[in-house]
């Protein structure tokens, strides 16, 4: 499942109706948007989604809408990170259960976490569930940041599969790329490192500006893909 979860991704957000109850009509609407826009993976309840103010029961609508409306023909990636480690695997199990293809994990956030720490939170969840299991690195939202060390570390384990890194910080990817295994999935979290991971050996990467210009991301990567790296890179297309 790992390979297959590449290219570009959208980082979906949350449709809300005018009592900030969540809009599940318009995020089925969305989703098949998205689909036929021809993007390669959904990922609800990620930072864009605003998962953090979102109450358990919201969450699992979200998810089983989105994995029901996508009804296979996208793998959908659901966010299930939380501040503790006993909440994030509870809510692994469920989205396991509701049949998300793949999870991303958000380092916990507020209290303050060692590499060995981050380390053992990680392992932990992972080993709860089957599915495959994404890292997501966004330390100016949680305060801390997955060493280069640790991702390897993380990245020998079985259904570790990958990292989305909204860090920023283009070093860092090019290293977590040079650390891991070959079949471990780099993502960029950043729109406009997209195209330079790939050129480094990036798989593709989780996009917020997909809800909005999927065509413009989707073209990037298949681009990328044909040779032609001036059209890729061409501004305004």
């Known amino acids: ?13 949350t449709p809300m109706d005018k009592t900030e109850a969540v809009n599940l009509s318009e995020l089925r609407h969305q989703t098949e948007r998205l689909i036929t826009a021809g993007l390669h993976g959904l990922f609800c309840l990620g930072t864009n989604g605003e998962a953090y103010v ?29 501040v503790s480690t006993t909440a994030s695997i509870a809510l692994a199990k469920e989205a396991e259960r509701l049949g998300a293809d793949a999870l991303s994990v958000i380092s916990p956030w507020f209290a303050a976490a060692s590499q060995e720490e981050l380390y053992r939170h990680f392992m932990t969840v992972a080993d709860s569930v089957q599915i495959p299991v994404f890292l997501y690195n966004i330390p100016a939202r ?96």
């Open 54 to 82: 979102l109450e358990e029961k919201e969450k699992l609508e979200i998810i089983r809408c989105v994995v029901e409306q996508a009804n296979g023909r996208l793998p959908v990636l659901a966010g299930t990170g939380c």
């Open 142 to 237: 949680t305060g801390v940041n997955l060493s280069v060390d640790t991702v390897r570390r993380l990245a020998q384990a079985g259904n570790i599969a990958g990292i989305k890194d909204s860090s920023g910080n283009f070093d860092q990817i090019l290293q977590y790329i040079e650390a891991t295994p070959s079949d471990f999935t780099v993502l960029s979290g950043n729109d406009s490192l997209i195209l330079p991971a790939l050129k480094e050996g990036g798989v593709g990467g989780i996009t917020a500006v997909a809800n909005i210009y999927p065509e413009t991301m989707v073209s990037i990567y298949r681009r990328f893909l044909a040779g032609d790296l001036a059209g890729a890179d061409r501004r305004g297309n």
């Open 1 to 13: 499942m790992n390979r297959e979860i590449q290219g570009i991704i959208a980082a979906m957000v």
